[in-house]
């Protein structure tokens, strides 16, 4: 080399002496490019200044280490000339390198500053991190990592693209803008950053190429990627392919292993991405964690992409071509792909594999096989397609994303079918599939039985199946409890001959026709919608209501078939019964329209109809004999098409009845309806002359206005007219009436009929003739006001004989010997009754009376016969004539002795001779009488309750603790309650009685053997009279004297007492045309005296002692006046007497010589004499005439009994509870009692 260089002077460069010397001249002089002529050096240390020395390597090796300064250096080669550098090399002037190779053994070897790269190659001799910006000039680079890891970390830019071989790692960090592209030859490319690979094309081409995105900050970017099939594209750990173009290709011996790769949490994103992989080899695959995102991705030639563990199918489009297959397996899920088989595309899912909401599209020649699940079944988001779906024993699930679509191809294998989502699924392909078909949201579509496979029933639970054409299936349907529903299309019918059972209900919707050929079971109701439904068996319709809804809307009951029970309600709907069928017993509402149409042979059986602004058409020869109709306002019945009469069981409501030409017939049920509406001529099929028969023995009411001009017979029972029949005359036959306030057309009375005008009293026109035939019976009511029945006809009255029966209105009164007009005629009467009846008035008779135009009824009293002997003029019947008691006859004595135009007199004079006794009952005033027998039986228990007292002990043992010591004071008190029941006596009727009470009394020894006491207290009676709707109550409060004395075996008891008492009585007067309410409240007193002597008898631990006792009582009560109305009385004051006289034994005994307990027991005969019958005196209020009533009496002879425990609890306290009763031969009276006595 020369010494002395000049300007841009080339140096030939032989050792690394020589290139130190060099590299300091240059940065001297710049003296030019620096061209190695010998091979193998390193140059040490070497410092670069300010210029940028250009080394020309020719095709030598030299290495520079430590190279410094602000300055850098170009390198350039013809051919295989190598740059090394080494160690920590600090410059910071850059590096270009042209056509050579560069070698380096770690980041710090390329200096501080820029790294160009044109034609080069960078090749690693050591791992090795970078930072410094690189730049690819037009000719591109080669990365070889010679086994070895290096880390770009700064940015790469340029036009050119670069080349990665050597069988290392490159990995790429940086912000990266180079757009040549990338060709991964051999090693590893791994990409750590968004845009690391610039913006050309990606190529993997090699055995050992591969290129991975790692991180979750990475996506690839709209970059286009291809490799063949034996590199490896992988984007793991969040990675994702952004918009990638990536294209996996073919190649005839593929390496196993090789293909896109999706790991834990990466993403195909909206890439596109096509396979091309050779038959059978995975060319994309899914691992656990990863989703295809948005992608597009391709199968093509047999290529498989796979989804291995949890991966997902995102929402990506699939397609696969031409054997084309995509993979599910272990816990993977399709998601919400659109997975599209094109001819020979095949889709299979195996292990846990889902299919989430993706969208199965299975073109003709394509496969979805489900078989290998290891589960029940897979559910899709939807199906479609001609191709072939393997169901193997799994179920499919399809329908989720509601979309329609339609399957043309083979569904098979023994699985099921469930459709979901609102979305319609068409079957149009003949299936093989067993397993039965479920619809539990939207819709099936099919033609043909087939469709829904070769067996295996079918479930609707929210569904539909809808039926294109016409078919028949004899598959089971179940119905769930969201229900089901059969849509048939126009033309159409759908036929179902199997069993259709379940909770849910049935719809039938579409304008086709629905067949029901079987008995169904289920339970939920039936909806028909629109279109017709044909029901061609008995119970067909299952067990639940049936609504009819809508115009379009038919149902047709087909040759003997029955509704049976069924509910059924017809909204604008439409219900045929034709050829023999029946509505049963079913329940019928037809409203808004709704009809209901007979046809021939038809029958509404026992049905109940509710006609609510419907139609109800009877037709041919259709029969109603045992319906019930109402037929409401705006409601139509129509009878213009039927052929001859018509019978209904009953008619009720305000609606209109179209009779056309033909005769209704109303009442063979023998139930009583009121017709509100109006009978016509005309209807439908129009027709005049109409008519009505009643028939039954039920009454039939009529309160609308009729028009139909046919006429109208009474067969049996009751016709109501209080409507208008204006236009039809009305006849009555035997056993049957006619009555109402209303108008006919006329009347014909037949042998044996009854008319009888108003509605308790009232007036019949007639807008015609009146004939009563012999025999037929005229039935008026009166009243006492002088109203009466009344027949008002426009033409004339024809009086054949018949018979005119009187009846008292509710049993009130008459008008007497006034005359009430029955009949009146425009046109004049002719003829006369036979005669009258009213046998059962006890005291009047009716008379007839005939004028040129009207009847007359008077009522006149009825008399005695005339006595020949000696000749006395005519006495009326008297009211006690027919009285059957004494308080009867004096009763009626008492009311008749009112007189004429009294109230009382006058309800009685119009009874019967029954109703006549029951007044006299009602009216007697037997409760007061009763009454005072009442306070009798309450001063005789006063009496008991101081014997009882007087009777204890029988013996006085001072050595018992029940003895009560000598000279001892005592206290002592008896509560009781009774309940007593007294029949009635053939004259005063039978009492109840509920008595309550207590005794306080206090008595002390005052000689030997002698005891004196004074004792008082309260008794409350209250007490029912039934039999004469009587009630009352009294009370008695009184003061008593009391003593005894016993000498030797013998002892005497003595006592008096005084009272005073409180009555009060309630009466109900109640009899046919009168009532009343009447009530009072007086005082009384009554006094009495008794004694009683008895003879003890010891028998060891008994004693006993005969006795015989008597007693004499009086009673005083005072008048008083009723409150009331007209049977109201008054009541004199009144003394009654009674003595009683008492034979009996008593018996007592210590039960036990430690326990001071004694059983004490009476029985004897009470035998009572003087008023046992209480009476009283009783009139009327305004009444002259006094009558006397007698009151429950009191047994003359009864058998009295008593049985009690007494215990001596201390030497001072004892107590005692018993049992007291007297038992006669028409009363009885049972008593508790429980005493107290303190001594002291």
Do not use: C
């Not at 009382?904 to 009763?930: C, I, K, M, N, W």
Request: proline fraction near 3%.
């Amino acid at each position: 080399m020369s010494t002395t260089p000049a300007a841009s002077q080339a140096w030939w460069i032989s050792d690394a002496a020589e290139l130190n010397a060099a590299i300091g001249y240059e940065n001297q002089y710049n003296v030019g490019t620096l061209f190695l002529i010998t091979n193998s050096f390193t140059a040490a240390n070497p410092t670069l200044v300010q210029v940028v020395p250009t080394i020309h390597l020719q095709n030598y090796a030299i290495g520079i280490s430590g190279l410094s300064g602000a300055g850098g250096f170009n390198v350039y080669s013809y051919g295989l000339g190598t740059l090394t550098l080494t160690g920590i090399n600090s410059f910071t002037g850059g590096l270009g390198i042209n056509s050579a190779t560069v070698r380096i053994d770690g980041g710090a070897a390329l200096g501080g500053g820029a790294v160009a790269l044109n034609s080069a190659t960078l090749q690693l001799t050591n791992n090795a991190s970078l930072y410094n910006g690189i730049s690819l000039g037009n000719l591109g680079a080669t990365i070889d990592t010679a086994g070895f890891s290096l880390t770009a970390n700064g940015p790469i830019s340029g036009p050119a693209g670069m080349f990665l071989i050597g069988g290392g790692t490159l990995t790429l960090t940086g912000a990266n803008t180079y757009a040549g592209g990338t060709t991964v030859n051999n090693g590893r490319a791994i990409v750590a950053a968004s845009g690391a690979l610039g913006t050309g094309p990606v190529i993997l081409n090699g055995d050992t190429a591969s290129l991975s995105f790692d991180g979750a900050a990475v996506n690839a970017g709209p970059l286009n990627i291809a490799l063949n099939d034996s590199s490896q594209l992988t984007f793991r750990n969040g990675a994702s392919a952004g918009g990638s173009t990536i294209t996996v290709a073919a190649d005839a011996t593929p390496r196993l292993g090789a293909g896109l790769f999706f790991g834990t949490g990466a993403t195909a994103d909206n890439a596109t991405i096509v396979n091309e992989l050779a038959p059978g080899y995975s060319g994309v695959t899914f691992r656990s964690g990863s989703n295809a995102g948005n992608a597009t991705i391709e199968n093509r030639n047999g290529s498989v992409t796979g989804f291995e563990g949890t991966s997902s199918g995102g929402s990506a489009t699939i397609t696969n071509r031409s054997f084309g297959t995509v993979l599910f397996q272990d816990s993977s899920t399709a998601g919400s792909a659109t997975i599209i088989n094109e001819a020979s595309g095949q889709a299979y899912f195996s292990s846990n594999a889902t299919g989430g909401n993706a969208r199965m599209v299975n073109k003709a020649g394509g496969l979805v096989d489900i078989s290998a699940l290891n589960g029940a079944g897979i559910t899709f988001g939807s199906i479609e397609g001609g191709g072939r779906f393997n169901l193997g024993s799994k179920t499919l699930t399809a329908g989720s994303n509601d979309r329609s679509t339609t399957v043309s191809g083979l569904i098979q294998g023994i699985g099921s079918l469930v459709k979901t989502g609102s979305g319609e699924m068409t079957l149009s392909g003949t299936n093989t599939y067993t397993g039965g078909t479920t619809i539990t949201d939207g819709t099936i579509a099919v033609s043909q039985n087939t469709n829904l496979g070769a067996s295996g029933d079918l479930t609707l639970d929210g569904g539909a199946l809808r039926a294109i054409s016409t078919f028949t299936t004899s598959r089971a349907v179940t119905l769930g409890p969201a229900n089901g529903l059969f849509e048939v299309d126009a033309g159409a019918n759908l036929t179902l001959d199997g069993v259709i059972s379940g909770v849910g209900g049935l719809a039938k919707a579409g304008e086709g026709t629905l067949h029901l050929n079987h008995a169904n079971t289920y339970s939920g109701g039936t909806q028909i919608h629109d279109g017709a439904l044909y029901v061609g068996a008995n119970g067909a319709l299952g067990t639940g209501p049936v609504l009819v809804e809508g115009p379009t809307a038919d149902v047709r009951l087909g040759p003997g078939v029955s509704a049976g029970d069924l509910a059924m309600t017809l909204d604008g709907g439409r219900l045929f019964f034709s050829d023999r069928s029946s509505a049963g017993n079913a329940r019928i509402r037809s409203q808004a329209g709704g009809s209901v149409r007979f046809e021939g042979g038809a029958s509404a059986g026992g049905a109940a109809f509710d006609n609510v602004g419907g139609t109800i058409a009877f037709t041919a020869d259709s029969t109603a004999d045992h319906a019930a109709i109402n037929n409401r306002a705006d409601g139509r019945i129509d009878l213009s098409g039927h052929t001859g009469p018509l019978a209904i069981g009953s008619l009720t409501g305000a609606g209109t009845v179209f009779l056309g030409g033909n005769t209704l017939i109303l009442g063979r049920n023998n139930a009583s309806s009121v017709l509100e509406g109006s009978l016509r001529d005309g209807g439908l099929m129009a027709g005049l002359g109409g008519g009505l028969i009643k028939a039954g023995t039920g009454a039939l009411e009529l309160t609308g206005a009729s028009t139909y001009t046919g006429e109208t017979l009474v067969q049996a029972g009751t016709l109501k007219v209080n409507g208008s029949l204006v236009s039809s005359p009305v006849t009555v036959q035997a056993d049957a009436a006619l009555s109402g306030a209303g108008t006919v057309g006329g009347i014909l009375a037949r042998y044996g009929s009854t008319i009888a005008p108003g509605n308790s009293i009232g007036a019949l026109n007639v807008a015609g003739s009146v004939a009563f035939s012999a025999g037929s019976i005229y039935a008026v009511e009166i009243d006492s006001a002088g109203r009466s029945d009344l027949i008002t006809a426009t033409g004339a009255a024809s009086l054949a004989g018949g018979t005119v029966q009187v009846l008292p209105d509710q049993g009130t009164g008459y008008k007497a010997n006034s005359p009430y007009t029955i009949l009146s005629a425009r046109s004049g009467v002719t003829g006369t009754f036979t005669g009258t009846t009213g046998g059962e008035f006890a005291f009047i008779v009716p008379t007839l009376g005939y004028t040129n135009d009207k009847v007359t009824l008077t009522m006149v009293r009825k008399v005695e016969p005339q006595q020949p002997e000696p000749p006395l003029p005519p006495q009326p019947v008297a009211f006690h004539s027919v009285a059957q008691t004494r308080n009867q006859y004096t009763t009626a004595d008492g009311v008749e002795a009112l007189g004429a135009g009294n109230r009382l007199y006058d309800a009685v004079l119009g009874t019967s001779a029954p109703g006549a006794r029951q007044a006299f009952d009602a009216l007697s005033g037997e409760a007061h009488a009763t009454a005072a027998g009442v306070a009798l039986g309450d001063a005789e228990r006063v009496r008991n309750g101081l014997l009882t007292r007087l009777r204890q002990p029988l013996a006085a043992r001072p050595a018992q603790p029940d003895a009560p010591a000598p000279g001892r004071f005592a206290l002592w008190g008896e509560g009781f309650g009774s309940w007593g029941r007294a029949g009635a006596n053939g004259n005063a009727a039978g009492l109840d009685t509920a008595t309550g009470g207590f005794i306080l009394g206090a008595d002390a020894p005052v000689a030997d053997a002698v005891r004196l006491g004074l004792a008082g207290g309260l008794i409350r009676t209250g007490f029912d009279i039934d039999g004469r709707l009587a009630s009352g109550r009294t009370e008695s409060v009184f003061g008593a004297l009391y003593g005894s004395g016993a000498w030797g075996g013998v002892t005497l008891r003595l006592g008096a007492a005084s009272a005073g008492h409180a009555l009060e009585v309630n009466r109900a007067i109640r009899f046919p045309g009168f009532r009343d309410q009447t009530g009072a409240s007086y005082d009384g007193w009554s006094a009495q005296a008794f004694g009683e002597a008895g003879y003890r008898i010891d028998l060891g631990p008994v004693q006993l002692e005969p006795f015989a006792g008597a007693a004499v009582l009086r009673l005083h009560t005072d008048g008083f006046a009723e409150d009331g109305g007209a049977a109201a009385l008054t009541g004199s004051a009144r003394v009654h007497a009674l003595a009683t006289t008492t034979l009996g034994v008593r018996a007592e005994a210590r039960l036990s010589d430690t326990v001071p307990l004694v059983a004490r027991g009476l029985l004897g005969w009470r035998h009572a004499y003087g008023d046992v019958e209480p009476a009283a005196l009783l009139a009327f209020g305004g009444g002259a005439s006094v009558f006397s009533v007698a009151g429950t009496p009191v047994d003359r002879d009864a058998l009295v009994a008593e049985a009690g425990l007494d215990w001596q609890a201390s030497d001072a306290i004892s107590l005692g509870v018993a049992y007291a009763g007297q038992i006669g031969a028409q009363a009885q009276e049972h008593a508790v009692k429980g005493n107290l006595t303190w001594r002291f």
